[in-house]
């Protein structure tokens, strides 16, 4: 079935399925710079950001791209755009690609995360010629979002003969159908001089193996994460979501400076953090936006069932009962 699955994505990816609007024109990019004040841009005339009196060229500049079947409208956009807005030294700008993101997944949504990063390498390697800092730049996606976000930094690589490589990407639960197995291609640790993957559903929504600089496997990795429902839920809603969500629940409480961090550290496997065996604990490694870009590996920590779910120093230290509604992850070692 995977074999048949892959086939068809990379069939859709080489009849490049085309809708009525230009990729160019129906993908905006949206400026935010207040709680309800945003400009858009079209993706033809993403260069014209950089002349917009709401844009700082001193700041940091944050790209956060979206999963499947979202829009500006969305919880995960809504609430990593204001823990960004909680701060004076980012610019924050989210891709708004509701139409490619929806419909049919394997022969739209996750071809279209092909065709339309690869537009955007272009669209942001025209940006930096402009003048935009890519030394200050950083890419953020969620599921499909996280997907794509690899696919823009291969993309500049390979256009600039790899002397234009980003300096950070960021994945928060990077989707798994579509870019698992033969045929497909999904974000790995090239494509970014730093890439930093946060997993909380592998194996359903989220994609199951280390791919980055350094992995983040919050509670293992999978569902049920700490405070979310049992499973046999109606898929695709808030509840069937939940562990994939928090990824990006996670991301915006550590950007918005919490007092308490997600401290996490180094361990072989899930199974070998639950026992204790893990490396000598360094309490500058954090999970989220302050991450350290000098580490690599592969990373574990608990986190809280509900908001703040950062644990802090708390949260290296495995707690069999942490607050979890059903530790799923208790049955493997």
């Given at each position: 079935?995977?074999?048949?699955?892959?086939?068809?994505?990379?069939?859709?990816?080489?009849l490049?399925?085309?809708?009525?609007?230009p990729?160019?024109?129906?993908?905006?990019?949206?400026?935010?710079?207040?709680?309800?004040?945003?400009e858009?841009?079209?993706?033809?005339n993403?260069?014209?950001?950089?002349?917009?009196?709401?844009?700082?060229?001193?700041?940091?500049?944050?790209?956060?791209?979206?999963?499947?079947?979202?829009?500006?409208?969305?919880?995960?956009?809504?609430?990593?755009?204001?823990?960004?807005?909680?701060?004076?030294?980012?610019?924050?700008?989210?891709?708004?690609?509701?139409?490619?993101?929806?419909?049919?997944?394997?022969?739209?949504?996750?071809?279209?995360?092909?065709?339309?990063?690869?537009?955007?390498?272009?669209?942001?390697?025209?940006m930096?010629?402009?003048?935009?800092?890519?030394?200050?730049?950083?890419?953020?996606?969620?599921?499909?979002?996280?997907?794509?976000?690899?696919?823009?930094?291969?993309?500049?690589?390979?256009?600039?003969?790899?002397?234009?490589?980003?300096?950070?990407?960021?994945?928060?639960?990077?989707?798994?159908?579509?870019?698992?197995?033969?045929?497909?291609?999904?974000?790995?640790?090239?494509?970014?001089?730093?890439?930093?993957?946060?997993?909380?559903?592998?194996?359903?929504?989220?994609?199951?193996?280390?791919?980055?600089?350094?992995?983040?496997?919050?509670?293992?990795?999978?569902?049920?994460?700490?405070g979310?429902?049992?499973?046999?839920?109606?898929?695709?809603?808030?509840?069937?979501?939940?562990?994939?969500?928090?990824?990006?629940?996670?991301?915006?409480?550590?950007?918005?400076?919490?007092?308490?961090?997600?401290?996490?550290i180094?361990?072989?496997?899930?199974?070998?953090?639950k026992?204790?065996?893990?490396?000598?604990?360094?309490?500058?490694?954090?999970?989220?936006?302050?991450?350290?870009?000098?580490?690599?590996?592969?990373?574990?920590?608990?986190?809280n069932?509900?908001?703040?779910?950062?644990?802090?120093?708390?949260?290296?230290?495995?707690?069999?009962?942490?607050?979890?509604?059903?530790?799923?992850?208790?049955?493997?070692?």
């Amino acid at each position: 079935m995977r074999w048949c699955l892959t086939f068809l994505v990379s069939i859709a990816i080489c009849l490049e399925i085309t809708q009525a609007a230009p990729l160019l024109e129906r993908n905006k990019f949206v400026l935010y710079y207040g709680r309800d004040s945003s400009e858009v841009f079209p993706l033809s005339n993403a260069v014209d950001i950089l002349s917009s009196p709401n844009f700082d060229q001193s700041k940091k500049t944050v790209i956060y791209i979206h999963g499947n079947n979202e829009d500006q409208t969305s919880v995960s956009v809504k609430t990593v755009v204001s823990a960004y807005l909680q701060r004076d030294d980012y610019n924050i700008i989210a891709l708004d690609w509701k139409e490619d993101a929806s419909g049919e997944y394997l022969l739209n949504a996750v071809a279209n995360v092909m065709r339309l990063g690869d537009t955007l390498s272009k669209v942001i390697a025209d940006m930096i010629a402009a003048g935009l800092n890519r030394d200050r730049l950083h890419l953020v996606g969620y599921s499909l979002g996280g997907q794509m976000v690899g696919r823009i930094g291969a993309g500049l690589k390979r256009r600039s003969s790899r002397k234009l490589v980003l300096r950070r990407i960021t994945a928060l639960d990077p989707s798994f159908t579509g870019f698992y197995g033969p045929f497909t291609s999904h974000i790995t640790k090239d494509d970014a001089q730093f890439v930093d993957i946060i997993h909380t559903d592998a194996y359903l929504y989220g994609f199951p193996e280390n791919a980055g600089t350094v992995d983040f496997w919050p509670n293992g990795g999978n569902s049920v994460q700490p405070g979310c429902p049992r499973r046999n839920y109606i898929p695709m809603t808030e509840n069937d979501l939940c562990s994939s969500w928090r990824s990006w629940r996670y991301w915006a409480e550590s950007v918005a400076r919490p007092t308490v961090q997600f401290n996490a550290i180094q361990a072989a496997n899930w199974g070998a953090f639950k026992k204790g065996n893990v490396a000598e604990y360094d309490q500058n490694v954090v999970m989220g936006n302050d991450c350290p870009e000098n580490i690599s590996g592969v990373y574990y920590l608990q986190t809280n069932s509900e908001s703040p779910f950062a644990r802090g120093e708390k949260g290296v230290n495995y707690n069999r009962n942490n607050g979890n509604s059903v530790d799923e992850n208790e049955l493997e070692d």
